[in-house]
């Protein structure tokens, strides 16, 4: 685990998957996960990394523009939870606070009482994000993190998302309250990358995509601000994930809201 994760092959891996040796890999992958091409833009990929970047054709995405409706980051499988002091939830094996993903005691606790939105992203899912709301933000916060495991492997626990790299962005919206949108790389090379710093940023544009990799999106969303819609909540209750796919409304503003 230790060998596989160091920054050294991690860069390999990368460097592997930008080369136009890379292409190879494609045709079987789209095989294997049924992707139907159609939906994306018809280029010619020069590496692995470039397919999986793909874009998708306008009129397959879009996104719900209601200034009431609170939408999806992404495509990915969704679970929603009630942030509390306590709270440890589970990304691939591995249990976490908020307070372990920010690394940030008075901006975790803002969100004490809101709700913590995971997005998770497989390989086959579309890997580009878009922005939730109206509004601006400053500069994208990195966490360098670290690509090892501290724990032996005969434990079988590894923290892993802890220790990689991630960034996150406090979105001040027009209508939702301050939402902290967190991207984590994925274990090997799953790189984000952000397009923006210091924007005025419109709802359903694009925030950034994640070169290979899988990855997950957190949204933490401040109390009383938006009311998800109960199917949702009802699967992670009854421990399902929900398929959400990118600007597709997920939730309701609270009218009572203040902003």
Not at 45 to 58: A, H, L
Request: glycine fraction near 6%.
């Amino acid at each position: 685990m230790k060998v596989l994760t160091l920054p050294l092959i991690s860069k390999f891996i990368g460097k592997i998957m930008s080369s136009r040796f890379s292409t190879l890999f494609i045709k079987r992958f789209i095989t294997k996960n049924n992707i139907n091409m159609e939906d994306f833009e018809d280029i010619k990929y020069s590496s692995y990394n470039d397919f999986f970047t793909r874009k998708i054709k306008d009129n397959k995405r879009k996104a719900d523009l209601s200034s009431t409706s609170f939408i999806s980051p992404c495509d990915s499988k969704l679970s929603v939870y009630k942030i509390t002091e306590d709270l440890e939830f589970n990304i691939k094996g591995t249990n976490y606070s908020i307070y372990d993903l920010l690394q940030s005691d008075d901006l975790a606790k803002k969100y004490i009482n809101g709700q913590l939105l995971i997005f998770r992203l497989c390989v086959d899912d579309y890997h580009r994000y878009c922005y939730v709301d109206n509004g601006y933000h400053e500069d994208n916060i990195y966490i360098k993190g670290l690509l090892h495991t501290v724990q032996p492997i005969a434990f079988k626990k590894y923290d892993v998302y802890k220790t990689n790299c991630r960034e996150y962005t406090i979105l001040h919206t027009q209508n939702f309250g301050d939402v902290v949108q967190v991207e984590v790389g994925a274990l090997l090379v799953g790189k984000i990358k952000n397009i923006h710093n210091n924007y005025t940023f419109k709802k359903g544009e694009e925030k950034g995509y994640f070169e290979f990799g899988g990855s997950t999106i957190c949204l933490l969303v401040e109390n009383n601000k938006v009311e998800i819609l109960k199917h949702i909540l009802k699967n992670t209750q009854q421990e399902f994930e929900t398929v959400v796919k990118y600007g597709e409304r997920i939730g309701t503003k609270i009218e009572n809201s203040n902003n």
